[in-house]
T-cell receptor
Framework: IAGITQAPTSQILAAGRRMTLRCTQDMRHNAMYWYRQDLGLGLRLIHYSNTAGTTGKGEVPDGYSVSRANTDDFPLTLASAVPSQTSVYFC?????????????FGPGTRLTVL | GQNIDQPTEMTATEGAIVQINCTYQTSGFNGLFWYQQHAGEAPTFLSYNVLDGLEEKGRFSSFLSRSKGYSYLLLKELQMKDSASYLCAVAGFQKLVFGTGTRLLVSP
């Protein structure tokens, strides 16, 4: 593994189902983020984690949960998917504690909720 | 809160120069990023400005004026591969807030 990986690449999901999007990084970055990207709305922060064991809410956290049990993994869970959660989801990570360090993005997961 | 504005779409010709503007209003400011995103791909880092002035990096330059809440990304000697979306993002406390992005179309 090099950088950030996300799984699955794409998924079609029935409304009401539970879904976990996976994100793993091998750069030993402290901070990790989940964004969703929708046409005309840009990237919006869902949840973030500044270090293993801590998480925080972003701009659009409702309907999503995260955990950060270790440095490398930051899964995003949709407890009961709804069609408005149809989006492209990007995971990102950042080295160190400075917000001025660049964020590295994973390849994204395209999720469709029917 | 934070409000970030950038044009939705721009067009330019191969070999030309284009300037993409970004204006912001923010309650906390720790710098401004520009990212490039090709269709169907992840955003990739272009530049970071925290002090006023121009930062040049090859064909790309980024400018910041903190007093005016204004930044621009300047792309010189445009190439077809520069057709992409360009995202302006303001760094607050531990987080980035992104603008909606500017889609740049470069034509021959």
């Amino acid at each position: 593994i090099a950088g950030i990986t996300q799984a699955p690449t794409s998924q079609i999901l029935a409304a009401g189902r539970r879904m976990t999007l996976r994100c793993t990084q091998d750069m030993r970055h402290n901070a990790m983020y989940w964004y969703r990207q929708d046409l005309g709305l840009g990237l919006r922060l869902i949840h973030y984690s500044n270090t293993a064991g801590t998480t925080g809410k972003g701009e659009v956290p409702d309907g999503y949960s995260v955990s950060r049990a270790n440095t490398d993994d930051f899964p995003l869970t949709l407890a009961s998917a709804v069609p408005s959660q149809t989006s492209v989801y990007f995971c990102a990570s950042r080295q160190g504690t400075s917000v001025g360090n660049e964020q590295f993005f994973g390849p994204g997961t395209r999720l469709t909720v029917l | 809160g934070q409000n970030i504005d950038q044009p939705t779409e721009m067009t330019a010709t191969e070999g030309a120069i284009v300037q993409i503007n970004c204006t912001y209003q923010t309650s906390g400011f720790n710098g401004l990023f520009w990212y490039q995103q090709h269709a169907g791909e992840a955003p990739t880092f272009l530049s970071y400005n925290v002090l006023d002035g121009l930062e040049e990096k090859g064909r790309f330059s980024s400018f910041l004026s903190r007093s005016k809440g204004y930044s621009y990304l300047l792309l010189k000697e445009l190439q077809m591969k520069d057709s992409a979306s360009y995202l302006c993002a303001v760094a607050g406390f531990q987080k980035l807030v992104f603008g909606t992005g500017t889609r740049l179309l470069v034509s021959p």
